[in-house]
């Protein structure tokens, strides 16, 4: 029979660490986007106004639906906390632990089809059925926890007692009425070290992340220039960032994953002088296969120029100086105006 308890065995055998269901409900917490959207926290994001009336609940996703499998996967490979590795240069880039394996997108999007696959096999009634995983315009974090898979901590990360915050979350929402789990406890208590340890202070308050703070965005999510006096705060931030779940202690014991697919290649921990010198097209090699793909190769390159002008050595000038060698690309040039503006600002600092 197709049930929460046989669904939640197949989805572990399918490689996914966490499943649980909630009821498809318009849950009070998915109101907080209007007010953070108001606020300006979204930036450039104009995909999140655009969808905010299918991300406000889950049945605009999917008119019919009465539940929601929500899943989680670790990814994380590395234990302990991000920071360098002793004897590395001081450009040695840091790329979020997300993205140092393969494309989740890819992987969980194969996962959940075949999990539907399955549920499909296993009964002869028809139902509906959508998945999402990142791209799709649901708040999954917010059907996460009353799914029963964490809470969702101060940092806005959803957080399991047992495995930490290390996780993608993705889903199917059903028109199937599963018997759902109970919502997480909310266990961050009076800590804070989360907002603490923020460097650009994007944590403005508890589960309130000013995205055109954060290094992610600014790393990621922005095609423009990272604003001047953001730079510095960036340090060896290429791709990402994960300082507020590094410090989080629900991740002190957190699980380590051996899934093949968030094992590497190693993207992390590379000099970022290396990676400037090569053209575009041996640098979409070195990220070929990730998450870092999803957005134009210039705001990779414009990264490096930052983390070279952060990293205090002179002699690393020099490599900017080439970016006749650095940036030529047969089909489009990461030459972007973005990325001049990192090569300028880099030489300066550097001088
Ligand atoms: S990802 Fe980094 S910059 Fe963004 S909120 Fe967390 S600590 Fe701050
Ligand atoms: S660091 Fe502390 S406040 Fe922040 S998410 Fe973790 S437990 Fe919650």
Redesign the pocket.
Same mark, same amino acid.
């Given at each position: 029979m197709l049930g929460p308890a046989a669904i939640k065995q197949h989805a572990a055998g399918l490689g996914f660490d966490l499943c649980g269901i909630a009821p498809a409900q318009a849950f009070p917490e998915l109101g907080f986007l209007q007010t953070w959207l108001a606020r300006g926290y979204a930036g450039e994001m104009d995909y999140m106004e655009k969808s905010a009336h299918v991300r406000a609940d889950i049945r605009h996703f999917l008119p019919s639906a009465r539940s929601v499998i929500v899943t989680g996967t670790i990814y994380n490979t590395q234990p302990g906390t991000g920071s360098r590795p002793p004897g590395a240069g001081r450009d040695t880039i840091k790329v979020a632990r997300y993205a140092r394996g393969q494309d989740y997108h890819k992987v969980i999007e194969d996962r959940l089809l075949a999990l539907l696959e399955w549920m499909r096999s296993q009964t002869a009634d028809r139902f509906d059925a959508a998945h999402f995983v990142d791209k799709h315009q649901v708040q999954e974090r917010v059907y996460a926890q009353h799914a029963g898979l964490g809470w969702i901590?101060?940092?806005s990360c959803v957080?399991n007692n047992e495995q930490g915050s290390w996780m993608v979350l993705a889903g199917v929402a059903t028109s199937l009425a599963l018997e759902p789990d109970g919502p997480a406890v909310d266990q !961050?208590g009076s800590?804070?070290? !989360?907002i603490d340890a923020c460097p650009t202070a994007a944590i403005v308050d508890a589960r309130e992340v000013d995205a055109t703070k954060c290094i992610s965005y600014l790393t990621i999510e922005t095609e423009r220039e990272i604003p001047e006096h953001q730079r510095p705060l960036i340090g060896q931030h290429a791709w990402g960032c994960d300082i507020c779940q590094d410090? !989080?202690?629900?991740n002190l014991a957190s699980s380590l994953t051996t899934d093949p697919a968030w094992q590497g290649p190693i993207r992390d921990g590379l000099s970022a002088a290396e990676l400037w010198a090569h053209t575009d097209d041996e640098l979409h090699e070195r990220i070929k296969g990730s998450a870092m793909t999803f957005v134009p190769l210039s705001r990779f390159r414009r990264n490096l120029a930052v983390v070279i002008g952060n990293s205090g050595d002179r002699s690393l000038a020099e490599v900017l100086n080439r970016p006749g060698h650095g940036v030529r690309n047969s089909a489009r040039s990461a030459l972007t105006p973005a990325v001049q503006d990192a090569i300028a600002w880099a030489k300066d600092r550097l001088a």
């Open positions: 901590g101060k940092n957080i !961050c800590c804070t070290l !989360c410090v !989080c202690p629900w």
